[in-house]
């Protein structure tokens, strides 16, 4: 009787699972529920962790390494689980303005990061179709994570697809021609990176959303300033008395009124979608013509909050369409030899890239400098 009342409940409970599972969310059909589960399971690192998968393209492969790539085994395989699904949907906010958090950007960095480190590991195993892999997923997470609509995880997401090409640089001369071309083929495939246009369309227009909003509920000048702190940048033990003064000095700016801050933040309105525009045209005649917009709003207090990183985004843009230049190149020459180079023009200052050889493999260089003031470039195996 038991079993018979237990193999009941068995068909019961197995019907209505059934029945749930076709009526509701295809699970599989957004990667981001991948990447989330994967980034819930990461283990908590120490600080000499991090230290090594921040470095994860020169840390040792050691035994401290493969503890690290041990524990993270389940967050890498959820990773590979959502590189199979193009949809990535984050499900990102922003009732709460520049206060919306990004949980996403800091765990893709490390999860990308952890997936270089074995992708390094496997190379010297000589598994190279398994590194691969890992390179591809890395780069995939990077694209992915761009899919929010935020300007800031953009340039997470550009840092990761740098991050990736350069571990993956190293033992390309290492490669036959039948897995070089294959891999050409999964990079070409790779989903695009977020626009950040549209991110500043509907994100940053959100923000400005939000910033009027919260001004109209504040019910007296104490409490707007209260509010106005976020505009500060102070840092130290006397943090809160400088961001209180910054404040201060940004209210008097706006006329000393809350109408004032209301009036110049709806005159920023018609610049979100014209500084949309200006993304998309190239890197030397976007920061001419954005230049002459900031210069029309030197006087407006909140289009100088608001807009400044806008530059930044542009530069970072105009730095990952060179390096995915450059890997392309390297892939090319690799193949073809530094002849094919002419087919692959420098996407913003235009003209080939400088070609060095060395002992091991070769090196392809910009004349667009980075952040660090040197030319962008991509080293193809190693000097050692």
Known sequence: MLRALCLTMALVLLHSGSAFAES???????????????????????????????????????????????????????????????????????????????????????????????????????????????????????????????????????????????????????????????????????????S?????????????????????????????????KFVGISEGKDREAGLAREAREFFQKCGGTAEGVLKFAEETRPFYENSAKLLDLPLDEFQKQFKAQSDKQAANPVYKVFFPALNHVRRSKAAADVRSALFHAAIAVQLDGKDSLKDYPDPVVGGPFEYVAFQG????????????????????????
Request: charged share 25%; with cysteine; glycine share 6%.
């Open 24 to 194: 509701g969310p295809d699970s599989n059909a957004n990667a981001a529920l991948k990447y989330w589960q994967a980034f819930a399971t990461l283990p908590v690192f120490t600080d000499a962790e991090n230290q090594k998968i921040g470095d994860c393209l020169t840390t040792p492969l050691d035994d401290s390494a493969r503890k690290i790539l041990t524990n993270s085994k389940y967050s890498l395989t959820m990773m590979h689980y959502a590189t199979a699904i193009p949809h990535c949907e984050w499900g990102i906010t922003f009732e709460d303005g520049v206060y919306a958090r990004l949980p996403h950007a800091s765990p893709a960095r490390v999860l990308s990061s952890l997936a270089c480190l074995r992708a390094r590991k496997r190379f010297e195993a000589g598994q190279n179709a398994e590194a691969i892999d890992d390179i591809v997923a890395a780069m995939t997470l990077g694209r992915q994570a761009t899919k929010d609509g935020t300007l800031v995880v953009g340039l997470v997401g550009y840092a990761i697809d740098h991050r990736a090409t350069e571990a993956l640089s190293v033992y390309l001369p290492k490669l036959d021609a039948k897995t070089i071309k294959a891999l050409k083929a999964r990079v070409d495939a790779l989903p695009p990176f977020g």
């Open 196 to 228: 950040p246009s549209r991110a500043v369309i509907v994100t940053e227009k959100a923000t400005i959303d939000w910033f009027i909003r919260k001004v109209k509920e504040t019910k007296d000048e104490k409490s707007l300033l209260s509010f106005l």
């Open 361 to 384: 493999g070769f090196g392809l260089r910009s004349t667009m400098k980075g952040p660090n003031d040197k030319p962008l470039s991509i080293t193809v195996g190693s000097r050692n």
